[in-house]
Nanobody, 123 residues
Framework: QVQLVESGGGLVQAGGSLRLSCAAS????????MGWFRQAPGKEREFVAR????????YYADSVKGRFTISRDNAKNTVSLEMNSLKPEDTAVYYC????????????????WGPGTQVTVSS
């Protein structure tokens, strides 16, 4: 079992940057593909970025490609999301996700979720 806790959310002006972190418990962190998802008010939860178990093959939603960077440190059981050039439409609760079988790109396939961290981008 994996427990996930996000941190680093907050309020930022458009064009600014934030770095989200997710700390995972357990000794099997490297057996999970990790992803970030987000959910804006009144909208469904959507995929943002994912990274493979070894830390390679990062993949991004088109809406964040070129602005966000996902990374992980298996020695520290952490996964991060560096967010640059933030836009008001990036405002959402951001969730860290762990997927034991798949690539952590589908909401329905995620095994574990963190509680989420709020990101608000003002215009």
């Amino acid at each position: 079992q994996v427990q996930l806790v996000e941190s680093g959310g907050g309020l930022v002006q458009a064009g600014g940057s934030l770095r989200l972190s997710c700390a995972a418990s357990g000794r099997t962190f490297s057996s999970y593909a990790m992803g970030w998802f987000r959910q804006a008010p009144g909208k469904e939860r959507e995929f943002v970025a994912r990274i493979s178990r070894s830390g390679g093959n990062p993949y991004y939603a088109d809406s964040v490609k070129g602005r966000f960077t996902i990374s992980r440190d298996n020695a520290k059981n952490t996964v991060s999301l560096e967010m640059n050039s933030l836009k008001p439409e990036d405002t959402a609760v951001y969730y860290c996700a762990a997927d034991q079988r798949g690539p952590a790109q589908s909401v329905g396939a995620v095994d574990y979720w963190g509680p989420g961290t709020q990101v608000t981008v003002s215009s």
